[in-house]
């Protein structure tokens, strides 16, 4: 079992602030929508069947790419549901500037809101499945499942993601409007065999210590293994927006580590923390500390920026 596993899984929120089913409510749609408890529930069935059934057969040496591969169905169904309503909504727009106050035009254009709040509902529903299953995939194997592509909203607790390219370009664009609030993004590099309890509680402080910080803050990091994986998830915990610099190996082989590094300095981050190894003593480091980490911090400090090394608590 590893070590990940020994940390107390949060719990997924279930409470209902009665936004989704006062939305659903309000469609006139005379068949009635599965109530938003309804849908937590079965994302949670769906995945801890999945694990269930995988257990102690072959199929478990498949277990992250079956498990990810069903998370990852309902999101991109969230996804194509989600471009279906924009579709309805540029219709709307269409049909509003052209209306020429005809009965055909009016229904037309009631027609097209009502496909483009149904589209909003069912986006909502598929993306509160999918967080539903990706609380239970944690909770039962320690693993973070964020998405590959694209950004992904948050539900309730549930940290909101988003690419790095794409947090990089909405940077410059603020820098043409200086009125635009800006938030304030911390980034975050961890070695892979930083994945302790120890660890866990130490990267969560520094993390809670950041927020109460920059309220506002986002936090970027690569995804990596291990210690990245830990922040992900206090990130989840606390509603806190992600921001994912992906390591691109196909495109910058070993180099894609310190490329990813630079798309975290580029995003201009009021603090790095860095974890350039375990702070569990019962664990004997092999080799060097992490490079990544140690390659963020000293780029930080070239750039002028704050870093802060995570270390153990003082005796």
Known sequence: MRSIQTLSAFAFSSKSDSAFDDLTASLGDGRPHPAEEALFQLGRALMTELLDVLADTALEDFQTVLGEALIGAFHSAAGRIERDADRAR???????????????????????????????????????????????????????????????????????????????????ERRADEAHHAGSVVAFRGAPTADTAEDAARIFDALNWALAEWPDMALATTGAKGAEKLAIRWAQQKGVTLILARADFDANGKAAPFKANDELIALEPVCCLTLAGSLDGSRAEVGRPFGPALNLGQKAMGQGLRHLAVRSRPH
């Open 90 to 172: 540029d219709a709307m727009r269409r049909l509003d500037r052209d209306f020429d106050g005809s009965e055909a035009a009016d229904v037309e254009l009631q027609e097209a809101t009502a496909r483009a709040r149904a589209g909003d509902a069912a986006t909502q529903a598929a993306e509160r499945i999918r967080d539903a299953a990706a609380e239970a995939w944690t909770a039962a194997t320690g693993e973070v499942w964020t998405a590959w592509r694209g950004s992904r909203r948050g539900s309730f607790l549930t940290a909101a993601q988003l690419e790095a390219r794409q947090a990089i370009r909405a940077l410059r």
